[in-house]
């Protein structure tokens, strides 16, 4: 697996343009290199970008854990709100340190990508959590259509206030 520095080694392979299997295979590495070398402690907007260039308007997205599809890329972008802000924030101001990686899964099926994903948090005590899911992507005309997670895995506690660097309204201490 690859991790930060958020650099993307995919394999480079001649792929035919007229081919909609090397679209997809091209379109997904662009996709995961364009995540993987997003700054979260820089930005949030540039995620929202990305869904904006690479998921359809109506892309549907399911997960093994729960039974409802969101539908939408509106309603895609509100929910990574969601989680994308507070991390910003403990990443820009509170001193966590954001890493995500990603590696290709082998498919077999034609216009669907899948990869495996990590996300590791590691608060400025050193303590750390690692959460690792799956993704199985359907593309049409180079925009994700479907995506579905799964396997999704946790090792490590949930950091907490004490794993961050959280200046008091004086800026001049901190909590500890």
Not at 106 to 125: C, F, I, N
């Amino acid at each position: 697996m690859k991790g930060r520095p958020m650099t993307n080694s995919h394999n480079s392979t001649v792929l035919d343009p007229s081919s909609s299997t090397d679209s997809a295979a091209r379109a997904e590495r662009e996709l995961n290199t364009a995540i993987v070398s997003a700054d979260i402690s820089a930005s949030y907007e540039e995620f929202l970008a990305i869904v904006d260039q690479f998921y359809a308007d109506d892309v549907e997205l399911r997960s093994d854990s729960s039974p409802e599809a969101l539908i939408g890329r509106a309603r895609l972008k509100s929910l990574l709100m969601g989680f994308l802000v507070p991390v910003h924030v403990m990443a820009e101001i509170g001193g966590l340190s954001v890493s995500v990686s990603e590696r290709p899964i082998a498919g077999d099926s034609l216009d669907e990508q899948h990869s495996q994903w990590s996300l590791e948090l590691v608060g400025v005590t050193g303590r750390a959590v690692r959460i690792s899911w799956s993704v199985r992507r359907r593309w049409k005309q180079s925009r994700v259509v479907g995506e579905y997670h799964y396997d999704h895995q946790q090792d490590g506690e949930a950091l907490g206030p004490s794993d961050l660097r959280i200046p008091t309204f004086s800026g001049m201490e901190e909590i500890e």
